[in-house]
């Protein structure tokens, strides 16, 4: 098992912009700085690392997952109700 908190399935929050308090699934990893997400309720983009926070929860997809294919490993996981949750995220 990989070590990085931003492994591909990692369920996340986003923390800035329109989403922010959304989740989402870690669908690429692009470069050093930015991931490319996708969610029930976040549009599939990319993002920098610092503006998400990884979460415990894991769902199984392969790298690059079509919206379709993280959809359905999100109901597979059971975790369609905590994606369509939205957190307060607190201004530091």
């Known amino acids: ?9 990692r369920v996340c929050v986003k923390t800035t912009g329109r989403e922010a ?5 870690i669908v690429d990893i692009i470069d050093k700085n930015y991931l ?6 976040v549009r599939r983009r990319r993002v920098n690392y610092n503006h998400v926070e990884p979460l415990e929860d894991m769902v199984d997809i392969k790298k690059g997952a079509s919206h379709k294919d993280v959809e359905a490993a999100i109901t597979k996981a059971k975790l369609t109700e905590m994606m369509n949750q939205v957190i307060s995220i607190p201004i530091s």
Do not use: A, E, F
């Open 1 to 9: 098992m990989s070590k990085n908190v931003y492994d591909i399935g």
């Open 21 to 25: 308090g959304k989740h989402c699934i």
């Open 36 to 41: 490319l997400i996708d969610g029930l309720t």
